[in-house]
């Protein structure tokens, strides 16, 4: 297939931190705010701690199937940006909004029945996603539209070593296509790229579980960090004559991981805490190669090295479930995250900040074998002052406000 370098598009795919990962990828997962490691039930156990498989029905198969709707709202800028050349737009005309988006994201689980002490299961997932548009002149120059579509398999296993402690593990397969545009002619500088991209890339997972009682239960998550080596071509434009070249250019999807402990109360609530690592510092430097030089404009603007000294991470979440009958199930969740951009970095394909997440949801089972429920999340960012313009260089001088998301998922249960 054809692939053409995404220049910051590849970055973008990284970050899946604190603003456009999306760890919830299951009914539970979104009630809980993904506070859903040790205290894991059904067939998306497979995905949050495969370890935790040998501990479900050892006759039974899990499967689980639903569709999240991300709904991404406006970003605001207000300040001034720093232009090509040292030139400094003032605020009346650098201030702008991004546009509103919805992206519809499926996910899929499914678990085995046990075979002795093993059991397998897969998930199929999207655990990150970007899609930004600026219409506002300004913005257009660095991104008019940066848009990134990542789909995981996840084949895991598990292994029972006693009655109370497993380990699991699997395979990632990360298929992920992305979209870069952007062009200065509103603002009269002549340069221009249209990019698209895609690749596939691997990694692993490991897990381990441990219910030393019946009502207490830890578990323990690792997911690799994951390289992706894009190789293609990059149609640059100056002054409306365009040039494509051989590019390639490597980009970490950083490590992340998991630790929670869950308590249950007269099989009626449980309470569960989890603390997650994600270790982006990882991402020190963008850096595009070309199979020959680029046209001497362009080489600030898509060639020079950019630093990036991404920062490692710490996210702290709480879920809480009730059993409020036989039938239905009530959860709740709230989140902290960190941002991993530090303020000399940001710019406008992710104009990211520190976030609370609230989340709640509920599940009903119709029958012994099908369950359905639905749930909604709220991440709401901090607004952000920045100051990113360097010597010599651009940035912004401003102020990032609004953003965040609201994701709404339903979801099908099924045991046979």
Do not use: C
């Amino acid at each position: 297939m054809k692939k053409i370098i995404l220049l910051s598009t590849i970055a973008s795919m990284a970050l899946m931190a604190g603003a456009y990962k999306i760890p919830e990828q299951s009914v539970n997962a979104m009630a809980l705010g993904a506070a859903y490691i040790a205290h894991t039930t059904d067939a998306d156990t497979a995905y949050y701690n495969p370890a935790n498989m040998s501990f479900l029905a050892p006759d039974v198969r899990y499967v689980e199937m639903g569709m999240t709707l991300a709904h991404l709202p406006a970003n605001t800028y207000t300040g001034m940006q720093v232009l090509p050349g040292g030139v400094i737009a003032p605020a009346a005309v650098a201030s702008g909004k991004s546009e509103v988006e919805n992206i519809p994201i499926p996910y899929m689980h499914y678990v085995a029945p046990a075979m002795g002490k093993w059991r397998y299961g897969v998930s199929l997932a999207a655990p990150a996603g970007l899609t930004k548009r600026w219409k506002s002149p300004v913005q257009k120059l660095f991104a008019e539209e940066f848009t990134l579509k990542n789909v995981e398999l996840n084949p895991v296993v598990s292994y029972r070593l006693s009655d109370t402690l497993s380990i699991g593990g699997g395979i990632r397969m990360v298929y992920s296509e992305g979209k870069v545009y952007s062009d200065g002619a509103l603002i009269g500088i002549p340069i221009k790229r249209e990019m698209e991209g895609d690749t596939i890339e691997w990694g692993y997972n490991v897990a381990l579980a441990w219910h030393p009682t019946h009502d207490v239960a830890v578990g323990m998550t690792y997911r690799s960090k994951i390289d992706l080596d894009e190789e293609g071509k990059a149609n640059l434009y100056l002054s409306g004559i365009g040039r494509q070249f051989n590019a390639s250019v490597s980009v970490p999807l950083p490590a992340a991981f998991n630790i929670g402990i869950s308590k249950t109360w007269d099989d009626k609530v449980t309470l569960e805490f989890v603390y997650e690592r994600t270790f982006w510092s990882a991402y020190k430097t963008l850096d595009f190669e070309y199979g020959s030089p680029i046209q001497p404009a362009l080489v600030e603007a898509f060639d020079d090295p950019k630093d990036k000294l991404w920062e490692d991470t710490n996210s702290f979440r709480i879920g809480l479930t009730y059993q409020y009958s036989d039938r239905l199930t009530l959860m709740a969740g709230y989140s902290y995250d960190e941002t991993p951009v530090p303020e000399k970095h940001i710019n406008y394909e992710l104009p990211d900040s520190d976030a609370h997440i609230f989340s709640a949801g509920f599940k009903y089972k119709y029958s012994d074998s099908l369950t359905f429920g639905a749930a909604l999340l709220y991440d709401k960012k901090t607004s952000r002052k920045v100051n990113s313009a360097v010597a010599g260089g651009t940035g912004v001088i401003g102020e990032f406000s609004d953003g965040g998301a609201v994701l709404a998922t339903v979801g099908l249960s099924y045991k046979f």
